[in-house]
């Protein structure tokens, strides 16, 4: 049996004295501000054992994390008609470009590329009675842990600042692909990814997707092949135009954000998350990476 | 001498008898209910005589054609500093296409699609005391004719629907080639567009740019090399994708606008304007196209 | 414990009763007079067991499959270093796209593309002493089976008509990604495209990445992470620009030729093909990842 | 009247004190071999008087300028069919790009790229009897002049290192754009490329483009309406993707070469040739670029 304690142990203390440590996003203050030595891993086991190293109990913001959970709230709610808005193919491309959105006439290419996760939202925002409220309740149930709550000012400050997304809502809007009023809808996007959580908060939340869509209460929350979808997309997609790299360096299937969280799973097995702000140049956390990579190969388990 | 008024007439009777008038723009209300069989043509020679065919003084709304005014305000504002924002290559692109604009960082390919247009008028709301009213009395001042007014209709029109624009202004403001802000810059960039002239008032507006930069009272409003760059911008990039055709076929510096105007010039010798409010695929105006392809082979005259 | 006989007759039942059955590649003779009502399935369990229905003994030209076969040989030979000349990123292109190989200065987004395939074939041509016929003796030994040949037809079609292949083995010239002679390379490429299989040799070759290197010999032919880092490809790459698709509806990793050929596999539980010639819109065997789907969700398993 | 001859003697004293001379190409050895120092102009105006400065009888390899002139032969040849298998639209990317080619289903956007050059030649193959020995003829008997030769030993380096001219013909071939082999298409457009003449004979071979069609000895060897259409190709797709700057600083219908000559022309007035081998960043010679500059500026001239 594999002493989990042992290896984050082992993986934390290497990853912290690593002198490459990637460089923190800088767009918006709240995130440059964050120290570049904060280190985290957290792990659950199919048993419900848990094992933490570093600060695993600090909480950062998830930024794109929080793509994966609009995901499964929208799944839950349109089941496979969400296809019809938003693909499941890889995009090859960097997480924000447009181009590829323009050649396909507004249908991204899956939905946790910002297009397609300011689709989802949109979704959300047309079935949802108090949108935002009720994500973060989503968030809440799905995690047991009623903690978790969204930081203002990192939502304000995308607000006022990510006009790449303001451009991409538009250019949703220009083909159809949007439903209500692109302010309403970034407002919600910005909100959701401005919420914060830290590394155990993050392996309870992603527990059902290693738990054909039972959450730690086993509640379900989303079928099995709905589990089963959404991870193959996370393997596929999870990475921004990296996730090749990460199916191949780590293989499995996982989620990262700017704020240099990673959550990742074995199905069956596990859910961890690991926690390392400096980002490497595709925007995933550097060591995070690292960090993910040494558990698969020390462990010898993965989904390959 | 040619008997520019024998030709004008020709040309409009045959146009007017062709079953193949092409499609009215139908994106806002204001210019779908344009009648399709509106055809004229009005030409200004260099003695200063004019000819003309047509509902020659029937307004209409002049979209993209402004574009090629407002560089001239802002080309003889900046002067060459303009060309460190936008590009003078043409894009071999659909006038709205974000792709591009992507790939070479925020910078336009030129000025007459509609991403360097935006940067323009970012530049005049820059430069400009009362942007919208001084642009206005600039257009005024060239056509020499107070007579020029603003379809607010239009304008409000293209505010509500024009989603793809946002999104090129976003984008632009993303890569730092936006001053002011996008709502502002959009507003001046409506009312541009939304201006409404006749084929009589443009060849007078468009006289300095056959007349080595003097309008028709002598008043110089761009130096000669100004005027020679501003036509050689039109002759690569007055049509879109179809730049290369109307040079193919026309051989002259021109513009054209989705509202079916579309105005030429044979440096020297005369401006001419045509308007027929059916486009072609590319979105130019199929008779306008034809009629000025008429004009330069009756004539045996091009810039070629 | 799964009943996979009983599986596979009640999917190749279901299968063969379709109407719509997708349509046969054309471009060579050789491919087009297969017979569309071919289906075949072979399934081999950790245990060595094996199952079959339909024409399952049957060989047909395996086409693109060939290509895990070359990248295995590759990999074996090479190691890491093959990935200073081909990446493990999806494409999100169709499968012969010379567009990205341009942009990406003639590196290939993954081995599993033709260009990607491409330098591999370069890298066994440059590697083994007489690479046609150690390559064929490589898959027979894999396989354990001395029956396995090439259809010289086929490979002299390719040869004759393969213009596209030509087109991007010039590319990679250009850009030094190629070391032999663009005709030498592409013929060992149109011979190891011409290998016939039939489903059951295919389980057997396929079975080392299902059981971490090892043949059905238990001779090690990869090691445990190149297993894992094949089979990740697999997943990310291995069916053109609908990889996300089958990795979705599927989830297993495989690879799928133009000949009508899918394997298959599940790590550590069995290895699996399919035949049936008439392909979907994207290139793909349509009843072969139908047969595929069914059985993941018949037997509930997937790496997912 | 102007003093072409002070004029070019002024320019050519400019340029040779500069010392921003550019970069040889240096693909292949014949062309990398030439003096950096080499500079040269030559120009005819329409009473067929002559202005030299600098080595303008010394010969240079022509390379792409020869595309004008095989377009010339296959326009007479074809008349307008031509444009069945070739656009007349600037590309706006770099000469050599297939992305562009392949995204729209293998029919290149101009003549002026090699991708259309490559279907002219095919054309030329396909229609004359002795193709290369006939286009040199026919070169010849433009000129007025039989000492124009082929230089053997440009041709056969291309030959052997032009990979990506190979790709580009065989992406053609596999649209069913090349009726002929790729390989006899291209030794005649590596022999088209390799003819050498000096700026003298440039001029007069491109008398017909600024005479209507008829060469210096008055035969007449394209129609009026042809020699038009030639010229609006050259001035929106002469140089590559500079070609609006060149129509911008310039002003003039001209084709550059990467052997460091261009010809341009100003209709019904005069035609002028320079030679200076340093290129710039675009392929294009830059103080040639700068000597027409010069030219256009100091006498006032231009199509614009």
């Known amino acids: 049996m594999i002493d989990y304690q042992r290896v984050l142990s082992e993986i934390t203390a290497h990853c912290s004295s690593s002198d490459q440590k990637g460089m923190i996003a800088s767009y918006i203050p709240e995130l440059a501000n964050v120290s570049i030595d904060k280190l985290a891993m957290h792990l659950i086991d199919s048993d419900k054992n848990t094992y933490a190293a570093g600060d695993a109990t600090e909480t950062f913001s998830i930024q794109s994390i929080s793509k994966v959970l609009t995901l499964a709230q929208a799944f839950g709610i349109l089941g496979s008609d969400i296809w019809k808005r938003v693909g499941v193919e890889p995009s090859g491309d960097p997480f924000n470009h ?8 507004g249908i991204p290419r899956n939905p946790l590329i910002n297009a397609g996760a300011i689709v989802v939202a949109d979704i959300l925002v047309s079935h949802l009675e108090n949108p935002k409220q009720d994500f973060l309740n989503f968030v809440r149930t799905l ?19 990510g006009f790449r997304n303001y451009a991409t809502a538009n250019l949703l809007k ?22 914060s959580m830290s590394c155990a908060q993050l392996t309870k939340a992603f527990y059902p997707f290693m ?5 730690l209460k086993d509640r379900t929350h989303l079928t099995q092949t709905q589990t089963k979808r959404v991870n193959s997309i996370m393997l596929t997609c999870g990475f921004y135009d990296e996730a090749g790299e990460f199916a191949f360096e780590v293989g499995l299937p996982g989620k990262s954000g700017v704020g240099g969280g990673i959550v990742a799973l074995l199905p069956g097995k596990y859910c961890v998350a690991t926690w390392s702000p400096g980002l490497n140049a595709k925007g995933n956390s550097k060591l995070g990476m690292e960090a993910l990579e040494k558990l698969t190969t020390k462990t010898g388990q993965s989904i390959f």
Chains 1, 2, 3, 4 share one sequence.
């Open 211 to 215: 738990n054909q869509g039972k959450c």
């Open 174 to 195: 220009s083909f159809g692909n949007l439903q209500n009023d692109v302010a309403t809808v970034l407002d919600f996007y910005f909100h959701q990814c401005a919420i």
């Open 143 to 161: 995690t047991g842990d009623s903690n978790i709550h969204v930081d203002s000012a990192v939502a304000r400050s995308e607000e006022r600042t």
């Open 98 to 105: 447009l181009s590829l959105l323009e050649q396909e006439n």
